[in-house]
């Protein structure tokens, strides 16, 4: 029987993970891993939501600020580097607590993933290309074509898995989820998955106010700071696509604005849809006072 404990706090952006990961850590005196797939970048900063210096200090925190954008992470790093931390960790500490909303990447760390091919570079950066050019509906109509098995069970709507699969299919002529075993990896600890929750309408507003707050921070100076690499697949992502557009004259910065709430809005239900088929998974409201003891309850 597992005598280590790992908290996993997911949900949706905006929720209100990192407020309560921290005061769980500090009530736990541990530390918090990250499972936030751009946080990790040191050049990404107000558009990812990072937790503040000031919370940085106050739990020590891992893979946040690690990586520069030009360094492509994927899930299977992150289950590597997750799981060294977590070595480390627990040579100390009885627990420790992950928390972030990057689903892939919690599915790696609890469950693993399969062995996979590696893909032709020349295809990854001949997809890449089309797609800065062609867009997203280019995206979804050759891989509806290429790899229809995908299309019908991917998110069609998630521009990274798209390009994976479609850069996937053209390197080895199968589809990705022809690699997909299902079989899940033992893991040296025991797992406490919590999902945080918020009334719909609740977790929009704040939404909304989170993107107000980015811009009134300088998320367009920040934005305007990564123009010359707007090509890279890790700033393919809500909040920077959207002033990127911008900056190129095809939209107003109002317009801009409230693309970037939809876009966030679109991002928040994937999540909810992707965390409510987590087995085993507890759902806590983040809302309830109580919410600290309702985790360690568990």
């Known amino acids: 029987m597992p005598t280590k404990k790992l908290y996993i706090i997911a949900g949706p952006t905006a929720v209100g993970k990192t407020d309560i990961a921290i005061r769980l850590a500090q009530r736990l005196h541990t530390s918090i891993i990250s499972a936030d797939s751009r946080q990790c970048y040191k050049e990404m900063t107000i558009g990812t939501a990072k937790p503040t210096g000031e919370e940085l200090q106050t ?80 995206l979804q109509e050759t891989l509806q074509k290429e790899d229809a098995l995908f299309y019908a069970q991917g998110e069609i709507h998630n521009p990274a898995r798209l390009l994976r699969a479609l850069i996937f299919k053209r390197s080895t002529g199968k589809s990705i989820l022809a690699y997909r075993s299902g079989q899940q990896k033992e893991r040296p600890f025991e797992m406490v998955y919590m999902v945080l929750e918020l009334p719909r309408r609740q977790l929009y507003e704040r939404i909304h106010q989170r993107v107000d707050k980015m811009m009134h921070d300088g998320l367009l100076e920040e934005v305007k700071g990564l123009y010359p690499y707007r090509h890279l697949k890790n700033l393919q992502t809500v909040g920077y696509v959207e002033l990127f557009d911008y900056l190129e004259n095809r939209c107003t910065l109002t317009e801009a604005i409230e693309k970037i709430k939809q876009h966030t809005r679109n991002y928040a239900k994937r999540q909810i849809t992707w965390f409510k088929k987590v087995k085993g998974a507890v759902i806590v409201p983040a809302d309830a006072p109580d919410v600290i003891e309702r985790i360690l309850a568990n």
Not at 80 to 90: G, I, K, N, S, V
Not at 105 to 116: F, V
Not at 129 to 137: K, S
């Open 59 to 138: 739990v020590p925190h891992f893979f946040i600020n690690d990586f520069s954008i030009e360094e492509a992470i994927t899930a299977a790093d992150y289950e590597r580097l997750a799981l060294a931390h977590l070595e480390e960790l627990f040579s100390k500490n009885d627990t420790a607590v992950v928390c972030g909303g990057t689903g892939l990447y919690l599915k790696a760390l609890c469950e693993g993933l399969d062995e996979m091919p590696e893909v032709d570079k020349e295809i990854e950066t001949e997809v890449n290309n089309e797609y800065l050019q062609d867009g997203l509906p280019w």
